[in-house]
């Protein structure tokens, strides 16, 4: 069994520390390129086509189903307690101060991340970022500003979609196929949803999670190794880095936002 010296610990240490520091001077570049990049808005436009239009059919059908679930489930647990009326009221919260956040960062960065580490990776593979640099091109700002920023734009859209279509999918089991009143499905929802403190809570859940998953997948295929093995393995990192950042961004932002 080998022991690590005290200089590798020391070398690895640094290592990641200067991995933490180059990480954090592009994300510092990205923000201030937020000009430039948005007076170039076909880059932009294009990225949020592919970005979110291609998104779309997958936010769609999960969040149907995620809303079908809710009221199942909900709909027997507010039965115990005679408060059937209150289930358009649970679907709407659960889903636009959590569910529709949350649910959509991981199905856009299994989906939109996984792609945009690919693309980029395969860009450096094939030596395309080495040829913009020696043309003068800068490959942050052709290349990573306009992905970074489409994602960062398209993020809070997916959200809002992947919610109303959730609540639809809530009615359309708990009015529908239950038999709950469709006057106090709507009427609970409606008095007891917050717009400032439930749907803006989402839509800044959403745009930091558009910030983290996108610059997860920016940097890791910029970072990645010119090989097929090296882009494959930046790839399953998005994914994993992506959902872990999701998950306790969640949890930090929750406890700040309720908190208060």
Known sequence: MSWWTPSEIGFAVRSKFADVGHSARLLLRLFTLVGPTLARGRLVRDQIHFLGNYSLAIIGISGLFVGFVLALQGYYILQRYGSAEALGLMVALSLVRELGPVVTALLF????????????????????????????????????????????????????????????????????????????????????????????????????????VTFIAVLQGFESRPTPEGVSRATTRTVVMASLAVLALDFVLTAMMFSI
């Open 109 to 212: 960065a299994g989906r939109a991340g996984t792609s945009l580490t690919a693309e980029i990776g395969l860009m450096k593979a094939g030596e395309q970022l080495s040829a913009m640099e020696m043309m003068a091109v800068d490959p942050v700002q052709r290349i990573l500003a306009p992905r970074f920023w489409a994602g960062v734009i398209v993020m809070p859209l997916l959200a809002s979609v992947f919610s109303a279509v959730g609540i639809l999918g809530g009615w359309v089991v708990g009015v529908l196929l239950i038999g709950v009143d469709p006057g106090s499905f709507w009427s609970q929802m409606q008095g007891g949803v917050d717009v400032w403190k439930d749907v803006g809570n989402g839509v800044i859940k959403s745009l930091v999670f558009g910030i983290a």
